[in-house]
């Protein structure tokens, strides 16, 4: 096991080396962080390999319109014109690469997620894993690999400090840089930030990646690509995130200097400073500062993380989720309901995410529970939604929530036009592109089994099937569900073949006279083979 000494000059080498030589992912390609770009409206940069845009030399892609989704909003935004992120990205790009076949990225410089090689054609599927069951140097690997995120400035993103307008319409960019972990801290915060309406208006009622049918893919589309970072910013590629299965836990059992950080010996809102997350400072925590100057989160350092796991309001969040909240919530077999937002009833997004009762799954805002019951529980940095990745307790908990969304996948098998294509709360729609990822991902790419995106969970493996059980399984699953009909309709079937094999007997009988008496074994058999025939039509 390294030692924290070990762990911290493992940082310090890591950093020196890959500081200056690593990309990243996220949201406003560098490349196109700038006045001709913006201007232009397009985003479309240059593929190394060949240097044209998006690779199409290559035929890796080509720069092309984007297609926005026409279908109805929710009531929940009753304005048009006013927010950047409303048909995302065609506020700043309405033109962006498209790529073919496996190819990905803002210039189609990589695969897609669950492919690999050099024309992205070599299948893959790694796996997540319990942050208890691995051993402690894969552990203290993860923690250094955090740290060295939290040191690595973005090499190919920045962020936006200013809107669109703020920037006088592409003509006076406003971007700076970020590093890896902190890009998407501030992600989180940009989709989930309020509206500025001007003065010191705003609109609250809007979250692109919260309380609506998003959820669920849009946090699984953020681990993706953060995995992603972690794995090119190290070289290893075959890192998983961790996960922490939290069901049934008395106590916040990561919570400890060896794993995420203990409580400080003397201020029980801070970590313990023989843990290295204790020097890390947050951003975008203080949302109503940036309301009142109607300005963006800028990403400038607000302090140290906050935690304070169980000294929370127990009224709203009395303990952390138990197994049988989770199995009722797996029970559920509607994806969304109702307005589709907090207020859904029998929802099994709603009900997962904390606003609908995990043991009823009807709508109770007032109370907090699965995933938003550990995010109360942590009573801190956390508990705030727009600042709530500052926390790196937050990956951990949200691989663990998307393995709950997995489940839920391969239990009912949904097909995709169960999640919803029309009136769902603004970005939430199944041909929406989710805020604020460049490249663009619609909502419904990522309501789909892990598998096909290259992961799964050790938990939840099976003993590999071959190919002809994994085709079958579909058409035996259909076949369970109407298994009653099936049994039904053979015995309706087998009776009136006994009756029809009675009636033909007996007129054959009659016709012959003695001779079916003489050989009846010859005509047994010469009507078993009639009948046998005609059945099958």
């Known amino acids: 096991m390294l030692s924290c000494c070990s762990v911290r000059m493992l940082l310090f080498a890591m950093g020196f080396l890959l500081v200056i030589l690593q990309p990243s992912t996220g949201q406003f390609p ?39 989704s026409q279908a109805p909003l929710g009531p929940q935004f009753p304005f048009s014109g006013v927010d950047d992120r409303e048909d995302w990205p065609s506020v700043f790009y309405n033109r962006t690469c498209i790529c073919e076949g496996n190819f990905m990225g803002f210039n189609c410089g990589e695969c897609k997620f669950g492919f690999s090689g050099l024309n992205c054609t070599e299948r893959q599927v790694r796996t997540r894993r319990n942050i208890f069951q691995i051993t402690n140097s894969e552990k203290d690997k993860f923690l250094a690999y955090l740290n060295l995120a939290k040191n690595t400035p973005s090499q190919d993103y920045v962020i936006a400090t200013g809107t669109y307008t703020q920037m006088n319409n592409g ?45 669920l893919p849009w946090h699984r589309v953020f681990l993706l690509m ?39 010996p003397t201020n029980p809102n801070l970590l313990s400073p023989a843990s290295f997350f204790s020097s890390w400072q947050v951003i975008c925590t203080r949302s109503e500062e940036y309301n009142s100057q109607q300005a963006l989160c800028n990403a400038t350092s607000e302090g140290p993380i906050l935690r304070n796991p169980g000294n929370h309001d127990k009224s709203r969040t009395p303990r952390l989720p138990s197994s049988a909240e989770v199995e009722f919530c797996l029970s559920l077999t509607q994806y969304e309901s109702g307005s589709m937002d907090k207020m859904a009833n029998y929802s099994f997004r709603n009900t997962l995410e904390g606003f609908a009762d995990p043991r009823t799954a009807i709508s109770n805002i007032s109370q907090s529970g699965l995933h938003n019951a550990l995010h109360i529980y942590m009573n801190g940095s956390m508990s705030q939604v727009q600042g709530s990745a500052n926390d790196p307790i937050f990956v951990l908990h949200h691989a663990f929530v998307d393995s709950i ?56 493996q099976e003993p590999a ?38 009636l033909v007997l007996a007129c054959r009988k009659k016709r012959r ?11 047994e058999s010469e009507d078993y083979n009639n009948i046998s025939y005609q059945s099958n039509f």
């Open 30 to 68: 560098r490349a196109c962080a700038n006045m001709q770009s913006l201007l232009r409206k397009e985003c479309c940069p240059p593929w190394d390999g060949d240097g044209s845009p998006c690779g199409e030399l290559s035929s890796r892609g080509s720069c092309q319109n984007i297609l926005l």
């Open 171 to 215: 003509s006076n960019p406003m971007f700076r840089n970020i590093n890896v972990y902190d890009l998407f801290v501030w992600m989180h915060y940009y989709a989930s930030r309020d509206t500025l309406l001007g003065g010191s208006n705003v609109w609250r009622d809007i979250d692109f990646a919260h309380e609506a049918p998003g959820f």
């Open 226 to 264: 953060w995995e992603r970072e972690i794995q090119k910013i190290t070289g290893d590629e075959n890192f998983t995130i961790p996960y922490w299965d939290w069901r049934d836990a008395e106590d916040c059992v990561v919570c400890t200097d060896e794993y995420m950080g203990g409580r400080h």
């Open 405 to 460: 969304f997995e489940r839920w996948l391969r239990r009912h098998r949904p097909m995709l036009e169960l999640y919803p294509a029309a009136n769902a709360p603004i970005g939430h729609n199944r041909e929406n592109y989710m805020v604020p990822f460049i490249p663009l991902y619609r909502n419904g790419e990522f309501f789909k089994p892990s598998r096909e995106l290259g992961y799964d969970y050790e938990y939840l």
């Open 465 to 502: 099937l071959d190919s002809f059980q994994e085709f079958l399984t579909p058409y035996l699953e259909q076949a369970r569900q109407i298994w009653g009909w099936l049994v039904g309709a053979a015995v309706f079937g087998g009776v009136v073949t006994a009756v029809l094999t009675g």
């Open 513 to 523: 006279g003695t001779s079916s008496e003489i050989q009846p074994l010859l005509i």
